[in-house]
């Protein structure tokens, strides 16, 4: 019972650092980015392929993982995506579905089509039993690793200048444009550490999804879509809290009603556009 | 001189519309060259079925995103319910295909008047994902309950000849693209009899403006929940006509891709004059089949590289090119179609 919840709250964990650069995209800066899982992979490939070519310690890959999707991302943001801030959400979907049908084939092109594996290090493989309750090490790791990053980011929105600057920019970006706030810049290095924090967190989940491929962005789309849903577009907390019910949902589902499966989590996601389909991204709408 | 009154207003109102809702000749060879190909190319027969029934499926889309405005990811959800209606009757030994054609569209407008009330909150952003959690969630349905639908390996069955006489099965596949033809026209016929009517002109006013359209006294709700169900029903037809023709209904008819895809079709073709969906249906098909020739597993790269540049370069502008062609060829039937 307790090991079911843990894992879930891992889950959860993992949805979270996932899904938390498309909470600020998607929830604060309304662009719908259905290319988000792109980046995920771009990061879960980095870190496979320095651990199985270069045979680099899986900690050290992780700052890479972050990297390289972050640099990505704000190369397409600079080029790209910024010039579809204001345009309909129809435009931006069609958009980043594009982009999405080229990130596959391009990684099936490159690495082949066949999951590539994370090893996990000794230290971080088995399970270990605490008062009865047995969980692995590795959830372990990401609740610890993911609950930092949570708190650490929430920190940096509500308490740094440069969160202060975001949260303006995103609330009016033109009255911030006003009082001498970069808005381009803000939106840029929040697009790049989005896309950072969705391929650290394509590292980390790389292992407990049985490894990364081609079809990875669009495997993962929808769940990423129900955590903003649910999470609404609070920030970081909101994402949090949807990410962790999720995560619990979907995994005590599996167990206790594995007959239904993914259609509890599907099942709380309209239900909550319905009970609250203002309140979820009422952001920028109705201006 | 007055103003003129209510009557005369009405009246050229009506007058306008009848104008417009005039058959003209481009259209008309449109459908023949249609008819002309399923004859001409009978070993091409699969292929143009499938056109044909993607065609229907795009109009369907057409007639809530071009005539309406409202966007949906989850269009693939009646598909899959027509599909699946139109094998569960037939495998239960009801194998007439009109009957799995009605029955199938007739349950998906059901589903399509059931979820219309989910979309007239929120905004396009909500919109997008209700009709995406409600396509997700019937798919899992039919995945769950596979004493009804099969699950994952499919609904195979049997489907009698078309009228007693045609089998439209893959012994009869010029059957099965006239079969589909025939649907498609006259479906098409009732969306453009409503796009030129009243009640579409209430969609136009909503599509643009729908705060304003309130305003004016036209009930949006109501036109939203009627319209929703209308292309709920063409979807269902459009995915009973898939399964009887190909005897197979399978959970990748609910899919996301399915959705993505005939999304996709609609915008290469243009939104909002009807015709968009079959070009656009017929120009992806084809398209696929091509590249898909020359590069087997990397055709989605070219889609998406085609998508990207489409939004970029500005959707309207180039949806608008046919249009245009249409007015070099015939200046007179376009500006007739502009007044």
């Given at each position: ?6 894992d ?6 993992l ?11 998607l929830?604060?800066?309304?662009f ?27 900690l050290?890959?992780?700052?890479a ?22 345009a ?23 690495l082949?089509?066949?999951p ?13 039993e ?19 990053i ?5 920190t ?19 009255v911030?444009?006003?009082l001498?706030i970069d ?9 790049a550490?989005?896309?950072g924090?969705?391929g650290?967190?394509?590292a ?6 049985g490894g990364?491929d081609p079809?990875f ?13 649910i ?12 990410s962790l ?12 009603a ?7 989590i599907?099942?709380v ?14 952001r920028?709408?109705?201006? | 001189?007055?103003a003129?009154g ?6 050229r109102?009506a007058?306008h ?5 005039r ?22 027969a ?16 057409d007639?809530?995103l071009?005539?309406?405005g409202i ?6 959800a009646?598909l899959?319910?027509g599909?699946?209606?139109a094998?569960?009757?037939a ?10 054609l009605v029955?199938g ?8 008047l059931?979820t ?11 919109r ?33 000849p078309?009228?007693g ?11 099965a ?8 026209f006259?479906l ?9 009517s009243?009640?579409g ?21 109501l036109?939203?929940?009627a ?19 190909t ?18 079709m609609?915008?290469i ?10 070009i ?5 098909i ?6 898909s ?5 990397y ?36 500006r007739?179609g502009?007044a």
């Amino acid at each position: 019972m307790l090991t079911i919840l843990l894992d879930g709250v891992a889950y959860g964990m993992l949805l979270f650092v996932l899904a938390s650069g498309l909470s600020v995209t998607l929830g604060l800066m309304n662009f719908i980015n259905l290319a988000h899982g792109a980046f995920a992979m771009v990061g879960g490939y980095v870190t496979a392929l320095l651990m199985n070519r270069a045979g680099a310690p899986f900690l050290l890959t992780l700052p890479a993982a972050f990297v390289v999707p972050a640099v990505l991302g704000v190369a397409l943001e600079r080029t790209l995506y910024r010039r579809l801030y204001g345009a309909s959400p129809l435009d931006q979907v069609l958009f980043t579905i594009g982009l999405v049908l080229m990130a596959m084939p391009i990684a099936a092109y490159l690495l082949g089509d066949e999951p590539q594996q994370v090893h996990l290090p000794a230290w971080l493989d088995g399970r270990i039993e605490f008062h009865g309750v047995g969980i692995g090490v590795y959830r372990l790791f990401i609740i610890a690793i993911c609950g930092a990053i949570a708190a650490a980011l929430q920190t940096f929105l509500i308490n740094t200048r440069f969160g202060a600057q975001l949260r303006a920019a995103v609330d009016d970006a033109r009255v911030a444009q006003g009082l001498g706030i970069d808005v381009d810049r803000i939106f840029a290095i929040a697009f790049a550490f989005g896309s950072g924090l969705a391929g650290l967190g394509g590292a980390l989940a790389a292992d407990v999804v049985g490894g990364i491929d081609p079809s990875f962005p669009v495997k993962f789309l929808v769940t990423f879509l129900i955590v903003v849903t649910i999470g609404g577009s609070n920030g970081i907390i909101g994402a949090l809290f949807g990410s962790l019910l999720l995560g619990v949902l979907d995994v005590a589902g599996k167990y206790y009603a594995p007959s239904i499966g993914a259609f509890i989590i599907y099942a709380v996601m309209v239900v909550t556009l319905i009970v609250r389909p203002q309140g979820l991204f009422a952001r920028g709408e109705g201006r | 001189m007055s103003a003129p009154g209510p009557t005369e207003t009405l009246r050229r109102l009506a007058a306008h519309l009848q104008r417009r809702a005039r058959w003209r000749w481009p259209e008309i060879l449109f459908w023949l060259a249609i008819l002309a190909a399923i004859f001409a190319l009978p070993l091409r027969a699969g292929i143009i079925n499938e056109v044909l029934i993607a065609g229907l499926f795009a109009l369907s889309l057409d007639l809530i995103l071009g005539l309406a405005g409202i966007v949906s990811l989850g269009h693939a959800a009646f598909l899959g319910l027509g599909a699946y209606a139109a094998a569960i009757l037939a495998s239960k030994g009801l194998a007439h295909p009109m009957l799995g054609l009605v029955f199938g569209a007739a349950v998906a407008a059901f589903a399509g008047l059931v979820t219309a009330p989910l979309l007239l909150r929120g905004g396009d952003l909500t919109r997008l994902m209700v009709t995406l959690g409600v396509s997700l969630m019937l798919g899992e349905l039919a995945n769950r309950n596979s004493w009804l639908t099969g699950g994952a390996d499919g609904l195979n069955f049997s489907i009698a000849p078309l009228l007693g006489l045609f089998p439209i099965d893959f012994t009869g596949q010029r059957n099965a693209a006239l079969y589909s033809f025939a649907v498609l026209f006259v479906l098409f016929a009732v969306a453009r009899r409503l796009a030129h009517s009243p009640f579409g002109l209430a969609l136009a006013a909503i599509r643009e403006n729908r705060l304003r359209a309130g305003a004016l006294g036209v009930d949006t709700g109501l036109r939203i929940v009627a319209i929703y169900t209308v292309a709920a029903a063409y979807a269902g037809a459009a995915g009973a006509l898939l399964a009887q023709t190909t005897q197979i209904a399978s959970l990748d008819l609910f899919d996301f891709h399915r959705s993505a895809d005939v999304m996709l079709m609609l915008i290469i073709g243009g939104t909002g004059y009807l015709y968009g969906g079959l070009i656009g249906a017929a120009a992806f098909i084809v398209l696929r089949d091509v590249i898909s020739a020359a590069t087997p597993e990397y055709w989605e790269f070219w889609i998406g590289l085609a998508l990207v540049i489409l939004v970029l370069a500005g959707r309207e502008r180039i949806a608008a090119a046919p249009r245009k062609l249409v007015a070099l060829v015939a200046p007179r039937a376009a500006r007739r179609g502009a007044a």
